[in-house]
Every structure is written in structure tokens, then in C-alpha cells.
């Protein structure tokens, strides 16, 4: 076995240099990148499925260590040891997750950006009365939509009851609905935050308002 790599020699790594192996797994090596002390983590191996050779990007160093990269590795090796190709594994999970977020509804969006938060929410009440509200006052009528089918008409329509009767109430529904849309724009399910042009002009007329 190939003596192993260390971040001394990683380091030393520049461009035109010549690739070094891992030497802790079979294939792996770190390609020079275009500075020196950077370079790019490379697995090759020859495909079970087709039988050709190919080269499996593990990420980019320092960013990801020697033993990071060694663990990424392994993992390759398992699954082409099932007999699986990694990049037609990994193709077919961002797919599927792809798809997964595609579907998501409003509903589930908000329990799932909930969840992730609440840990950091000291306050139990205000952890409760987050999602509460949302339940209470927006998932009844648009819930179950798909996220990336959602205009601002829509949120429009489910705060507009609650404006006159309870407005402080809506401001904080419409902040936490601002806040939700903006997680599913920040995770690629929407291409925009339908939730940034409403706004409360008059409170005996809640509007949709594009511009200034």
C-alpha cells in the first residue's frame, strides 16, 4: 500500500504538480488545484455496472481533510462493492430529494423549518405559539399547496380575516409565513418569496402590493 498522505505534503501541493495518492484507499488521490495548498479529492475506479473507469469527485481540500476524504472514500468503495456505481447512486439520491422538495406543501415546510429552529428557541411558549399560529390561521386553507405553487394572492387571502380582528396577530402569521417561504427560497423549492410583496396598507383593506 501507497505510503499515506499528510497535510505537510498536502500543503506543499501546487499547481502542475503531479497528483498524490491517499495511499488509505485504493484509487483516491489528491489532484493539485490553482493555488498551492489546494487541490481536489479525486476516487478512481472502474464502474461494476459498465466497466469503465471513472472518476468520482470527494470534494476539495483543505476543505475536506485527509481522513474526511478517506471516509468518503470507503463509503464509494462499499457501494461499488454492492456492485452499485457511486456517481449513478449519488445522481439518483439528489433526484429523489429533488423530487421530495419539489412536493413539499406549506404545511410541511413549516413543521420541518420548526423543527430544525426550535432547539435554538429558549422560550418553550414562544416554540409552541410559532407553529401554532401558523396551524391555527394559515394551514387550514393553504396547507396542504404545494410550496412552488404558492403566489402572494394566496398568502393574501389566508391572512385577510385576521387583519381586522386580531392585526398584531397577523403581523407575527405573516412574519412566520415570510420566514417559512424564505427557508423553501433558500433550499431551491421556490424562486422567489411570494410573502416579500404583502403588505398591510389599511386596515379595512389588505392588499397584494408589488413595487413602492
Known sequence: MAQQ????RARSLKPG???IAHGGVSGLRLEPGSARGRGKWILRYVSPVTGKRRDRG???????GIADARVRAEKARAIIASGADPIEVNKAEEQA??????????????????EEQKAGWRNEKHRAQWINTLRDYVFPSIGPRKVADL???DFAD?????????????SRVRQRCQTVMKWCWAHGM??????DVIDHRDCQ????????
Open 5 to 8: 498522505i499528510t497535510d505537510v
Open 17 to 19: 504538480d503531479k497528483p
Open 58 to 64: 470527494l470534494g476539495a481540500y483543505p476543505d475536506v
Open 97 to 114: 430529494a429533488k423530487t421530495a422538495l419539489e412536493a413539499l406543501t406549506f404545511e410541511g415546510a413549516a413543521l420541518q423549518f420548526h
Open 151 to 153: 403566489v402572494p394572492g
Open 158 to 170: 389566508a391572512l385577510r380575516s385576521i387583519w381586522l380582528t386580531k392585526p398584531e396577530t397577523a
Open 190 to 195: 421556490v424562486a422567489g418569496n411570494p410573502v
Open 205 to 212: 383593506d389588505f392588499r397584494v402590493w408589488v413595487g413602492g
